[in-house]
């Protein structure tokens, strides 16, 4: 695998993130999560060179999709154009998160009081 280009911090891993989105179908962006504000600015010195965009889009499959885990930081994890563009799956997993928190929600509220 090439050296040039970003590497993956901390992993072991040689490879480039072009490298590695040539053969993602399903890229993943796991950023700056609930609780962890004060981690931020280490996190992001890390991931420098790490968002995905729609030039590292160009390299992965043409069928590719992309995930994120939210709260979305745009422009610093993942671009706006690709976190609101045709290959985001973000908008179901939303949909989907409200309907397992809702779903939650309801089995805890029709417990029986003890």
Avoid: W
């Amino acid at each position: 695998m090439s050296t040039t280009g970003p590497q993956l911090p901390g992993t072991g891993h040689d490879a480039t993130l072009q490298e590695l989105a040539a053969g993602a179908e399903v890229p993943v962006v796991d950023g700056l999560t609930i609780g962890q504000e004060a981690e931020r600015e280490r996190r992001r010195s890390d991931l420098a060179g790490f968002t995905i965009d729609t030039a590292l889009l160009d390299v992965a499959p043409a069928h590719a999709l992309v995930m994120h885990y939210l709260p979305a930081h745009r422009g610093e994890e993942i671009a706006a154009d690709v976190l609101d563009g045709p290959c985001s799956l973000v908008p179901r997993q939303v949909e989907n998160r409200l309907h397992a928190v809702k779903a939650i929600l309801a089995a805890l509220l029709s417990y029986p009081e003890a």
